[in-house]
C-alpha cells in the first residue's frame, strides 16, 4: 500500500536560514507526488509538484524539491527561509488511478526572526 | 477564478447532535473530495466524487456520515449523530477529473472546523 512519512514533526529555523524537510514515499511504480502547506485556519495550497523528467522541480514562494528514486524521497528545500513561511507543510503521493494523494502527517515550521 | 467554498467556516455541537457542511468545487472540475485532518494529522480522504457518482468511500463511516453530490456540481457532508472524536476539520478539494495526471492536482477550501462537546 502507498504511504508517505514525514519524519520531522516540528522544525524551529531561524529567518534566513536555508531549509529541509524531508519527505519519503512508499509506492511501487513511478509516483506522483506533492507537496503542500497549510497556514493556520487556512487550507491546503499546492507547492509544487512531481509526475516525471527533471527531477528538480521549482514551486511556488521559492521553495524547491528534489525527487531521489534510489532513496524514495522528495525532500522540500528554499534557500533562504522567510518569516512568512512559519506554516504545516504536508507531502503527498499520488496513488492508482482514482486520482486519490496520500497525505503524510506535516512538518510544523517555526520561524524565529 | 473562484477557489474551493466551503461553509460554515466553524461550527460547536453537542455530541449526539446532527451537523452538514456544504462545499462548492472550482467551476468546471469533475472530482470533489472531502477529507477529514484531526488536529496533529495529514487530511484523510472520506469520500471522493467524479461528477455525482462515488469513486471511493471505503474510509467513510457509514453509519453516521453520509455525503451526496447533486447535479455533479456541489456537495453536502453530513454527520449524524456527532461523536467527540469527529471534532476535526473538514476539507474540501476539488480537482479536474480528466484522468490525465494533472486531475491528481487538487484544490482546498478553507476548511470547516468542527468541535463536539
Known amino acids: 500500500a502507498q504511504s508517505v512519512t514525514q519524519p520531522d514533526i516540528h522544525i524551529t529555523v531561524s529567518e534566513g536560514a536555508s531549509l529541509e524537510l524531508r519527505c519519503n514515499y512508499s509506492?511501487?511504480?513511478?509516483?506522483?507526488l506533492f507537496w503542500y502547506v497549510q497556514s493556520p485556519g487556512q487550507g491546503l495550497q499546492l507547492l509544487l509538484k512531481y509526475f516525471s523528467g527533471d527531477t528538480l522541480v521549482q514551486g511556488i514562494k521559492g521553495f524547491e524539491a528534489e525527487f531521489k528514486r534510489s532513496q524514495s524521497s522528495f525532500n522540500l528545500r528554499k534557500p533562504s527561509v522567510h518569516w512568512s513561511d512559519a506554516a504545516e507543510y504536508f507531502c503527498a503521493v499520488g496513488a492508482g488511478n482514482t486520482d486519490k494523494l496520500i497525505f503524510g502527517t506535516g512538518t510544523r515550521l517555526q520561524v524565529f526572526p | 477564478e473562484a477557489g474551493v467554498a466551503q461553509s460554515p467556516r466553524y461550527k460547536i455541537i453537542e455530541k449526539r447532535q446532527s451537523v452538514a457542511f456544504w462545499c462548492n468545487p472550482i467551476?468546471?472540475?469533475?472530482?470533489l473530495y472531502w477529507y477529514q485532518q484531526i488536529l496533529g494529522q495529514g487530511p484523510k480522504l472520506l469520500i471522493q466524487?467524479?461528477?455525482?457518482?462515488?469513486?471511493?468511500d471505503s474510509q467513510l463511516p457509514k453509519d453516521r456520515f453520509s455525503a451526496e453530490r447533486l447535479k455533479g456540481v456541489d456537495s453536502t457532508l453530513k454527520i449524524q449523530p456527532a461523536k467527540l472524536e469527529d471534532s476535526a476539520v473538514y476539507l474540501c478539494?476539488?480537482?479536474?477529473?480528466?484522468?490525465?495526471?494533472?486531475?491528481?492536482?487538487?484544490?482546498f477550501g478553507p476548511g470547516t472546523r468542527l468541535t463536539v462537546t
Open positions: 478539494a476539488s480537482s479536474l477529473g480528466t484522468g490525465h495526471r494533472s486531475s491528481y492536482e487538487q484544490y
Open positions: 467551476s468546471g472540475h469533475a472530482t
Open positions: 509506492y511501487g511504480a513511478t509516483p506522483y
Open positions: 466524487f467524479q461528477n455525482n457518482g462515488v469513486v471511493d
